[in-house]
């Protein structure tokens, strides 16, 4: 009110009393008699004694504000004992966090001195405000439910960054990270608490001692015999880790949990409490009845009928009670005990029709009577209590507290006017509004309420075994407790939609864009605050604390999604030429005109400002969008500027770009051009994103190949553009890991069920070996109840059917998008990163998260969408428009994935022909500057199936052993693609550069890859002889396990062209096959040599079986060499294995006793060396035959008796060469080759290797021009005839 006085000259509005004409004038509108029956109706004595009405005395308007002030006197007993200085208490009466001097380590401290964040190791603070004697009593809201000690410490107690309250003498304090209480020791105590719980400290100063709450129910006595007397008073006090938060409650606010006999540290208002109660009480009369002047009597009405009809009697009323009444609604705790009370009263006692109507009541009369600093400062008060109650309100089977805080926040913000103040200035800026979309996940499903709703369990009963999958027949009990488990998901489901159903609500209120009477719709300032909300999350230099929990976005996402295409599909109902939400996309010309800010995110062609400069030609002509010079300059200088420290997130301003429009529905003259103002997200208006005449909004800059009629109104485009940053900001990282819980039955079930095993093969006579499995038993069973429920509340939350159709939906958006960017041709570079990061993640979620309750194959259109995926991958992960090689290795992480599973690799086969060619091309360019390792993964996945013993799934020497995880790509079953293979095949054959080049690579990387292995393998031995204890870095053995992968799927990659393409090494036609057949040799043959040798370095290391060399084993290299030999030797034309053998033979390498090791036929011993061990067993290949068949091994055996024939004929036919005729590079072949015009010579092997990658010469490093055959007796012969 703008007059607080005694008097009654009101200045509100048009309500004025001003003079005694006026008064009489306004007192005649009704008769005295009923004036006087409807004010004492009203103003009714606190005792509601209704005193007679002839001994009453008469009620006006000149004589109402005497008996309101005698209606609102508090007893003078009752304000003296508000007032008096409570004994046992020091410090000032508001009770707030010491953050000037009572504090240890870094620590962030809310603007009301009641909410604290851990910024540093271990950081304590405590309160400004101590007792020494009586019963008190704290809250604290738990937010993040990580590592801190909460309780009481005494002013002499010394904290540091390791030791925190309870860690001192006469501190003490409970811990429900680790369920522990602490005073210098520490024992087991109380439970573990959770976010979104309230622990309550009390401390008994009469007996001394200190005791604990958790949402109201006592842990117990927690410490006895307290130090007390002369200088001994306690503080509350809290000790905390980084990042961990909470807020306090001191008694500021009403305890959620009050203790009789114990009093808040910060004494209520007690006298506020009793005038405003008393208020309310008058204005809830002023809803109940209303005055019928015709018949002269009052009329008790519903509050909900009740109506603001201008009435003077009634508007006097009211601003006589709003007089008294808005001072008090300024107050926190009034706010909360008085005004919250009635309202969820109001919202709990009828249908939320009537509620909405009657709280739409309360809120025109709040603004119409109180100033609007006063409504204002209510509402924030309003909405802050109301957001803590619904995050801290414990889970309970009805969720009936969530449905009334949620019904109650429906009906605020379905009024008009609260709602734009609300959005405008608290839900984003001072609330993290998101709450209002979480729902809280209950650790403790005893206390939730879950048993009821689901007193039978269930659980999976699998049995994964390599190569098989034991199926085993349901029986009827099993069947019985499965259904009647899955109907109690289907109970507790209803209950959580119901809770959703009301979220949503909330964000179609947030997005209505019909409300413009009083300015800006609250869709518009809701993208305004959402793009904020986007920035703080998403910028890594933004305040840490202020990030949006994970949890709490999955919950926003999927309501903001249900919004969303509500809104969607209700304008394309209006609007028939529009699309359906099933078909939105985001247009490319949101990513490239400036008009959405993206901060600092990638672009996929590296920074905006560099694809400003680089394209601004392509924009000009492609997109009728000219860049204003004066940006180009200041993007220059910004860039040159390094050095200069950015700006927190928070006070930077989203802007978007400065450009120019040529709009290409009619030819412009150079002065028609618009210059389009660069403006800050906060200046923007709904013209600006809506667009009008001759102005696209948002969607400015359209390029040819986008439709001309718009998909849906502009601003939910920027609402799906954000639902897309979202998921890549956090949602993704928290489905993943909510799947640990589903992870953790399963463990829990295969535990159980072996304990079961156990107890079925246990002695009888062994009593004390059944009675600990029987108590194992029930552990494990306990805990499998427990999880089961907790899994059935996941599931419904969120992985249940309608969140995967969300996630699908996310996923076909990105992929419409990234296809319709594509067709924009350069342009597609400004496209962020996360778009394609969304499409590839949300695939995974779909594939790995939602399985096994939900299969992705149930989706509508679900081939179709793995097809259009497939595409995206085939054709981006080697674009030269992306230039990030984050983005890039993932683009291929993601297609090695997809060949790993026979639905997505068949979506890869289903893509247009030119396509897969054009991948496969991709595939086999040479590996040099990209992720080759990655490439060479993707071709042996289409290889694998068919080669050489190579149909196994995992290794044979790992079958006994559980994998981490069954469901990686490496651990799939072989799903080869001979269509794939064909084109490789055709594609090899096709000219004469492709398959030298990308064996050359392919031949470069096996023997580094192999080379590095060997050189590990000799460290890893000599450090595992030393006599002192030493550990080997786990880094260093699972890079050396690696490079051991990489070498064997290089030999299978081999392997694979050999047998597509056999000419490329045994055609010597060709000018390369004869250098690439020796190079093939020489490495083959190293690689034989280096594994087969008896008692040598990988024997030695693959006996040490050490954690992280899993893998490194004979049998995976030998039959990857063995597939390649068995192709060269025994598969080839006879000219083909003739020439092969001669090479393989010709090596100087070559030893015939490795061929003879695949066979098990071991190395006779050296002369003076002693003989193996008997039991000592040797490697065969004919002991594997489970993975290698008959014919195989007759084909192996071919192959020995083949080379040890061709040796013994070499050998016999071979003479001596001099030591100068040899080759000077390898000293291994004789000398075939001059180079010219230096005419140094070396073999033919050794020079067309080194000219596949260099042209110098090896000895002068002249350019080499030609390189000629050299043959010494044709030369000696030569030179005589010359002489």
């Not at 055996?1197 to 083949?1202: D, I, T, V």
């Amino acid at each position: 009110m703008a007059s607080k006085e005694g008097g009654m000259a009101f200045s509100r509005k048009s309500y004025k009393l001003t003079s005694d004409a006026e008064r009489s004038r306004v007192t005649g509108i009704v008769h005295e008699k009923l004036l006087s029956d409807y004010l004492h109706r009203v103003f009714a004595s606190p005792d509601h004694r209704p005193a007679a009405a002839t001994s009453r005395k008469p009620l006006n308007f000149q004589n109402l504000p005497e008996h309101l002030d005698q209606l609102l006197h508090v007893d003078d007993k009752e304000e003296e004992e508000s007032q008096e200085q409570v004994e046992g208490r020091l410090g000032p009466s508001t009770v707030v966090l010491d953050h000037t001097g009572g504090f240890e380590g870094l620590l962030l401290v809310d603007d009301d001195l009641l909410g604290v964040i851990g910024h540093s190791n271990f950081g304590t603070i405590r309160s400004t405000t101590c007792v020494y004697k009586g019963k008190w009593i704290y809250e604290v809201l738990i937010s993040s439910q990580g590592l801190m000690q909460i309780g009481w410490c005494t002013i002499n107690c010394r904290f540091n960054q390791e030791e925190g309250v309870g860690d001192t003498h006469n501190s003490y304090a409970y811990d429900g990270n680790r369920v522990r209480k602490w005073n210098v020791t520490t024992t087991n105590y109380g439970k573990a608490w959770a976010a979104g719980d309230i622990v309550s400290c009390l401390i008994d100063l009469d007996e001394g001692t200190l005791s604990f709450s958790l949402n109201g129910v006592s842990l117990g006595t927690a410490f006895e015999n307290l130090s007390r007397g002369l200088g001994m008073a306690y503080f509350p006090a809290i000790s905390l880790s980084f990042k961990e938060s909470v807020a306090f409650n001191f008694g500021s606010r009403p305890l959620r949990y009050p203790v009789a006999g114990y009093r808040p540290l910060q004494d209520p208002p007690s006298t506020s409490l009793v005038r405003a109660q008393r208020l309310l009480g008058c204005f809830r009369a002023v809803l109940s009845v209303e005055l019928d002047p015709v018949e002269g009597r009052l009329v008790e009405k519903e509050s909900s009928e009740w109506q603001l009809q201008g009435q003077p009697t009634v508007l006097l009323t009211l601003a006589h009670i709003f007089h008294h009444f808005a001072p008090l609604l300024c107050e926190v705790y009034v706010v909360e005990a008085v005004l919250m009370s009635f309202l969820l009263g109001v919202v709990e006692a009828g249908p939320p029709k009537q509620a909405q109507t009657v709280v739409h009541h309360v809120l025109d009369l709040l603004w119409l009577f109180m100033e609007d600093y006063e409504v204002q400062d209510c509402l924030k008060q309003l909405m802050m209590s109301l957001l803590r109650l619904y995050r801290f309100s414990p889970i309970v089977p009805d969720l009936s507290l969530q449905i009334h805080y949620l019904r109650l926040t429906i009906a605020i913000l379905s009024h008009e006017k609260s709602r734009k103040f609300l959005l405008s200035n608290v839900l984003f800026d001072v609330l993290r509004s998101v709450v209002f979309f979480y729902i809280k996940s209950p650790l403790r499903v005893e206390e939730a309420g879950l048993q009821e709703l689901i007193p039978t369990t269930w659980w999976p009963h699998r049995s994964p075994r390599e190569g098989k999958e034991e199926v085993r027949e349901e029986t009827s009990e099993e069947r019985l407790r499965r259904r009647a488990y899955e109907r109690g998901c289907q109970r507790l489901k209803k209950r959580i939609e119901v809770v959703e159903e009301l979220q949503v609500q909330i964000l179609k209120l947030l997005l209505n864009n019909k409300d413009n009477n009083g300015g800006e719709a609250s869709r518009y300032i809701f993208l305004t605050k959402f793009r904020k909300f986007l920035q703080e999350n998403a910028s890594g230099r933004g305040n840490t604390p202020m990030l949006c929990p994970p949890e709490y976005m999955v919950c926003f996402l999927h309501r903001l999604i249900s919004a969303l295409r509500f809104y969607w599909d209700e304008y394309k109902a209006s609007k028939p030429r529009t699309s359906f939400s099933e078909e939105a996309y985001v247009p490319p010309q949101i990513f490239y005109n400036g008009k959405v800010d993206y901060f600092d995110l990638q672009r996929l062609g590296g920074l905006l400002s560099h694809l400003r400069k680089t394209l601004k030609d392509d924009l000009a002509s492609k997109a009728n969008i000219l860049i204003d010079p004066l940006e180009l300059q200041a993007t220059t200088m910004d860039d040159l500027d390094e050095d200069e420290e950015p700006a927190p997130a928070a006070a930077q301003v989203p802007r978007t770009a400065a450009v120019s429009l040529m709009t290409p529905r009619r030819p412009l003259s150079a002065s028609e051009k618009v210059k389009v103002r660069t403006l800050s997200a906060e200046q923007r208006t709904r013209e600006d994103i809506e667009g009008s005449q001759w102005n696209e909004g948002l969607l400015v800059g359209r390029p040819p190949e986008e439709p001309e009629h718009p998909l849906t109104e502009n601003s939910l485009l920027e609402v799906l553009d954000g639902v897309v940053m979202m998921y890549n900001l956090s949602v993704h990282q928290q489905l993943g890991k909510m799947v640990g819980v589903s992870d953790d039955v399963n463990e829990y079930a295969m535990a159980l069920r072996d304990t079961e095993d156990k107890l079925r093969r246990c002695p009888k006579r062994r009593k004390d070996i059944l009675a600990e499995l029987s108590k194992s038993q029930k552990v494990f069973s306990e805990k499998l109840d427990h999880l089961s429920r907790r899994l059935a509340w996941v599931h419904a939350a969120v992985y249940s059917q309608e969140k995967m159709q969300d996630i699908y939906w996310l996923l076909r958006v990105c992929l419409r998008t990234i296809e319709h960017g594509d067709r924009t041709g350069s342009l597609f570079a400004f496209m962020p990163e996360f778009y394609l990061s969304v499409a590839i993640n949300s695939y995974s979620a779909l594939k790995n998260y939602f399985s096994p309750v939900h299969s992705m194959e149930e989706l509508p259109g679900y081939e179709e969408t793995l097809t259009r995926l497939a595409a995206i991958l085939a054709k981006h992960f080697a674009d030269t428009r992306i230039v990030g090689t984050d983005i890039r290795d993932s683009l291929m992480q993601a297609l090695a994935s997809y060949v790993c599973y026979p639905n997505s690799l068949r979506a890869v086969e289903r893509i247009p022909e030119e396509q897969r060619i054009a991948m496969v091309r991709n595939l086999l360019a040479p590996y040099e500057q990209r992720p080759w390792a990655q490439t060479n993964w993707i071709l042996v996945r289409l290889w694998r199936g068919c080669g050489f013993g190579y149909r196994y799934t995992r290794l044979p020497h790992l079958l006994k052993t559980k994998p981490e995880d069954a469901s990686l790509p490496s651990l799939q079953k072989p799903c080869p693609s001979t269509l794939l293979q064909q084109h490789m095949a055709d594609l090899l054959r096709e000219g004469p550069d492709v398959a030298p080049s990308f064996l050359n690579s392919v031949l470069n990387q096996l023997n580094w890859a192999f080379s590095e292995f060997i050189g590990m393998i000799q460290e890893i031995q000599q450090a595992a002889e030393r006599l002192e204890r030493n550990f080997v870095d786990s880094r260093q053995l699972k890079v050396c396990a690696t490079c051991f992968d990489l070498s064997v799927s290089l030999l299978r990659v081999l392997e694979m062209t050999i047998t597509l393409v056999p000419e490329i090494f045994l055609d010597w036609a060709r000018p390369t096959s004869e250098m690439l057949l020796r190079r093939l040799a020489q490495l083959l043959n190293q690689v034989l040599n280096r594994v087969t040798a008896e008692r040598n370095l990988f024997d030695r290391v693959v006996t040490l079986r050490l954690p992280g060399l899993e893998s490194v084993d004979h049998y995976p290299i030998l039959v990857a060499v063995t597939g390649i030999l068995v192709r060269l030797l025994v598969h080839g034309p006879a000219s083909g294995t003739e020439r092969a053998t001669s090479v393989l033979l010709a090596d100087p390498c070559f030893q015939l006793r490795s061929i003879s090791y695949l066979l098990g036929q071991p190395e006779p011993p050296a002369p003076g060396t002693a003989l193996p061990a008997p039991d000592r067993k040797h490697f065969s290949l004919q002991s594997y035959t489970d993975y290698i068949n008959v014919e195989e091994l007759a084909q192996v055996e071919q192959m020995l008796a083949h080379l040890t024939s061709a040796s013994a004929q070499v050998a016999a036919a071979s003479l001596p060469t001099s030591e100068e005729d040899l080759c000077p590079i390898c000293y291994a072949h004789p000398i075939s080759a001059v180079f010219q015009p230096c005419g140094h010579k070396s073999c033919k092997a050794c020079i067309d290797q080194h000219l596949m990658n260099n042209k110098d010469c090896f000895f002068c490093k002249a350019t080499i021009v030609s390189v000629e055959d050299w043959d010494k007796a044709a030369h000696a012969s030569a030179t005589s005839s010359a002489a």
